[in-house]
């Protein structure tokens, strides 16, 4: 027989919701981690949107062109030189 997994499992019947109700809720789901990540990234996310639109409004879009241009430079150079491989 397989060895069965000790960790908590929902029915197979039942999938398990992102937010887990029902019998994986009861059984130690995931609904809090969730929710609370979901908050976080939530004021995260927003926090970051008001930074960016306070250095658009006083400044000019030249940062959002250096954050999406320079990144796209490390890895265009490798793999037009060679060093790593597109899959």
């Given at each position: 027989m397989p060895e069965e997994d000790a960790g908590?499992?929902?029915p197979p019947c039942r999938p398990c919701s992102f937010l887990a109700v029902g019998s994986?809720?009861?059984?130690?789901?995931?609904?809090?981690?969730t929710?609370?990540?979901?908050?976080?990234?939530f004021f995260v996310g927003n926090g970051v949107i008001v930074v960016?639109?306070?250095?658009v409004s006083r400044r000019s879009y030249w940062p959002f062109v250096a954050w999406r241009i320079v990144p796209e430079l490390f890895v265009q150079a490798?793999?037009?030189?060679?060093?790593?491989?597109a899959h």
């Open positions: 908590v499992h929902c994986c809720a009861s059984a130690g789901g995931l609904a809090g981690p929710l609370l990540a979901t908050s976080m990234t960016f639109l306070r250095i490798p793999l037009q030189m060679g060093v790593i491989a």
